[in-house]
């Protein structure tokens, strides 16, 4: 039975939220004119910049279960700990995921710091971590709807490096994707190449239920979601 | 007279680099930073004049602003740009000794890490708080950190990582510069790191921004 799916969707599919790039500048509102112009103008062009490529290995009930504080797909156990454990301690199936928008962004990043335009640079970086994001939420919604197709439920999708789970497992993971899966590769140090890329599971299963991230529960006080929460507790 | 200081200034503190820029509005058709410093160095303003009683105060305005979060990396890095284009002009004047640069800083992303706008960002705001920036981009090994401290004696260090298993090796490189030339300063920066882990590897601190790290230097320079 086939279980690798692959994508290339097109950019006018994703939903691209322009409110998240100005508030990863720092912008919650008010966000300054000269910087929504240059926003604007650069979102028209990424489109062309972004090689986007998304797809997943479907691990069917029987090859995915959690017990003990760990998670074992196939032939690889994972050292989820606690938070995610108590989201996926019921699943029995799961997708093993990756995404990329390619490199085409981050070079065009780099030239704008090369041209004197570091502005434009950064906010063409900004624009390809949203693309990234945007990709990934594309993902996961037909991820979704394979599940509803065989009549089960899905989780949130969960990611080495956030909630506690080590970026290390990053080569767990990969062993179970094919080689350069949607143009992908691991370097040494668990770092994905092109920069721009997201990885991580969605488990499945009849008990399984998306939640929102439990952010109350981790202490990582870098995390990205969690400074948004403390902005949201603040205003 | 004063007013040509205090109108560059404005300039730094609102991006404006030169005539062309199209922001802010207000300034729109007039002279920038670049202009300005030339119309400045012309009406007699020493480089230094220039730079203490104009564009570090400017510098600090925005700086200023940044720490109580009204003023985000954007404008840092406009208010930078706009720095850097006065200083071009100044050049000739740090390069002759009438003026002085701040330092040497080695920046650089460490080994197995290819994230580099972080350190990009670092780069331009050090450069227009007038440190002189050797960048040795991203994926930088020990050895190379080390062979560069040795080609610039006295200069301090700044590394950058983006993940947990890339910072690791920024203790291997500390270790190695070190190694080279025992009372280098480095510090250490990037979005997973912390001041326990600076600790922890006998780094001389952790900025969690540009501003913070350009204060820093300010103070023990
Ligand atoms: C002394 O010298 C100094 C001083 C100051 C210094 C300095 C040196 N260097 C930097 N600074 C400082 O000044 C700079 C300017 O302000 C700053 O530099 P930065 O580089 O930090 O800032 C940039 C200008 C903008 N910031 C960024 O580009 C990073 C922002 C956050 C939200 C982030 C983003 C956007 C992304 N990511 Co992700 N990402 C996060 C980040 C969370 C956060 N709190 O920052 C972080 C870094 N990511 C993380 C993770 C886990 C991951 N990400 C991933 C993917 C992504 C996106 C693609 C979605 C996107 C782009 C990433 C990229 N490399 O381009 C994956 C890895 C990607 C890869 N290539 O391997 C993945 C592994 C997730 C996955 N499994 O897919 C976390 C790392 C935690 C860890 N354990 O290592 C993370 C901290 C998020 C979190 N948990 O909060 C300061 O740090």
Known sequence: M??????????????????????????????????????????????????????????????????????????????????IYSQLHLLDGAAVFAVSIGSGIDNWSRKFFEEDEPLAGYIADLIGSEIAEALADWLEAKIAAHALELGTKHSNRYSPGYCDWSVAEQHKLFSLLPDNFCGVRLNN?????????????????????????????????????QIHKSHETAS | MKDLLEQLGL??????SDRNAAFPPELRGMDGASELTLKALEAGFSANQILNEALMP????????????????????????????????????FESGEAQHRGKIVLGTVEGDQHDIGKNIVKMVLKGEGWDVIDLGTNTSATEFAEAVAEHPGSLVGMSALLTTTMVKMEESLQAIRAKIPATKVFVG???????????????????????????????S
Not at chain 2, 198 to 206: K, L
């Open chain 1, 2 to 83: 086939k279980d690798i799916f692959s994508y290339r969707p097109v950019f006018n599919e994703l939903r691209v939220n322009k409110e998240n790039i100005f508030g990863a500048m720092g912008y919650e509102k008010n966000t300054p004119e000269q910087y929504i112009q240059i926003t604007d103008k650069l979102l028209k062009e990424a489109e062309h910049a972004a090689e986007l490529q998304a797809g997943y290995r479907w691990l069917s009930p029987g090859s995915a279960k959690a017990e003990h504080g760990k998670l074992v797909l196939v032939d690889q156990v994972f050292e989820i700990r606690k938070i």
């Open chain 1, 189 to 225: 140090s668990g770092l994905m190449v092109p920069q721009k890329s997201i990885s991580g599971i969605v488990g499945t299963g009849a008990k399984m239920k998306w939640r929102e991230y439990p952010c109350d529960r981790c202490s990582l006080e870098t995390c990205y979601k």
């Open chain 2, 11 to 16: 300039c730094v503190e609102k991006g404006k």
């Open chain 2, 58 to 93: 400017a510098m600090q305005r925005v700086g200023d602003r940044f720490a109580e979060h009204k003023a985000f990396i954007p404008d840092l890095m406009i208010a930078a740009r706009a720095m850097n284009a006065a200083m071009e002009h100044l050049k000739p004047f």
């Open chain 2, 190 to 220: 990037g979005a997973p790191l912390s001041q326990a882990f600076s600790d922890q590897i006998g780094a001389d601190g952790y900025f969690p921004d540009p501003h913070s790290f350009a204060l820093h230097l300010r103070e023990i």
